[in-house]
């Protein structure tokens, strides 16, 4: 058996929050994203991504560039793209249920957009409450505000909001 050397574990990618230790985590897309973004970087962390046994790797970015990238690496992935303009109550009805499900199903998922930014967190935050993880709106903001180690924004507590009008999980 071959040791494999500390690159072989790929590097985790940049600003990396775990929502619920070994089995949902956060973090903006592997590589970077605009100017900033490095497809060397982008292989080590996909491949970090894949030793810490994530499946699926969920995209909420609306583009579908790149994912062929885990592919490549033995990563799955599913998109699930939202858009500035996509209804949050259709889309976060569609999605929560399917994180649920998969979480309930002991997957390891990681969830990532282009930045770790309010859209990202204001999912987490809805996924919180909608799954009944927290009693209300704010404990909900504040929990994801001190796991995404930054402020929760209009859209990321609008998304909180709108998870509060959807029927619960089961």
Not at 8 to 22: L, S, T
Not at 40 to 48: A, D, F, G, L, S
Not at 73 to 89: C, E, I, K, M
Not at 92 to 117: D, N, Y
Request: aromatic letters at 8%; a positive charge; one cysteine or more.
């Amino acid at each position: 058996m071959a040791v494999k050397g500390k690159w072989a574990q790929g590097i985790e990618p940049r600003n990396f929050r775990w929502v619920m230790k070994d089995v949902l985590g956060a973090c903006e897309r592997p590589g970077g994203y605009g100017a900033n973004h490095r497809r060397v970087r982008r292989q080590e962390e996909i491949i970090w991504v894949r030793e810490q046994g994530f499946a699926p790797v969920i995209s909420i970015i609306p583009s579908p560039a790149n994912l062929h990238n885990y592919d490549e690496l033995g990563v799955s992935w599913l998109h699930r793209p939202f858009g500035n303009h996509d209804d949050q109550a259709a889309y976060l009805s569609a999605f929560l249920p399917e994180l649920k499900g998969l979480i309930t199903a002991k997957h390891k998922v990681l969830i990532h957009s282009e930045e770790l930014g309010d859209r990202i967190s204001g999912i987490v935050g809805a996924y919180l409450v909608w799954s009944r993880l927290m009693p209300s709106g704010p404990k909900a903001i504040s929990l994801t505000e001190q796991l995404m180690q930054r402020q929760l924004g209009p859209l990321g507590r609008e998304l909180v909001s709108v998870a509060l009008s959807l029927p619960p999980a089961d």
